[in-house]
């Protein structure tokens, strides 16, 4: 019986929703279209109250900034998000476009989320320039969520993986 339940749950197809209109930012990683809430697949974003230093150490309200960018890209035209599950909040976990798009990878690329699997590259890339969190001390939005939030930061998730890349 436990492997027919296995084989029904992975091999039967996944039906999928796509919402598309106008959106308006929740905060850096979701967003709201009417009554749907969205949760950004792939990313994690500082949370609104979150901030981060700079190069040279002064303190930047990171969790704003990365709202005000998805705010930015979400005026840019409709929306379009492709969804497959939902979270333990009621929201649709989807992909999302602004005018073809992927804006999981512009947040990601621009330093104002960090990849949560799905934009490893994007976020090798931000590092290496030392965009947005990147530029200076973070904690990692997770770790900051689970009340890490002490100055001192562990530079991400992904930190061992840039350390070993770059050969400190």
Request: with cysteine; net charge negative; charged share 20%.
């Amino acid at each position: 019986m436990g492997g027919a339940l296995f084989l029904v749950q992975h091999f039967s197809p996944i039906q999928t929703s796509l919402l598309t209109g106008r959106a308006s930012a929740s905060d850096g990683d979701s967003l709201r279209m009417g009554d749907q809430r969205v949760r950004i697949l792939g990313i994690d974003a500082p949370e609104l109250d979150q901030t981060c230093t700079n190069a040279k150490g002064e303190i930047w309200q990171c969790g704003r900034q990365s709202k005000a960018r998805m705010s930015q890209l979400l005026r840019a035209g409709n929306v379009q998000c492709h969804s497959e599950n939902w979270d333990k909040y009621g929201r649709a976990l989807a992909v999302c476009e602004v005018n073809g798009e992927d804006i999981g990878a512009i947040m990601v690329l621009e330093g104002l989320a960090v990849s949560y699997h799905d934009y490893p590259h994007e976020e090798a890339l931000a590092h290496a320039g030392n965009l947005g969190m990147w530029q200076g001390d973070f904690i990692a939005p997770r770790a900051w969520r689970d009340g890490v939030r002490q100055s001192a930061s562990a530079n991400g998730p992904l930190q061992w993986l840039w350390d070993w890349f770059s050969g400190q």
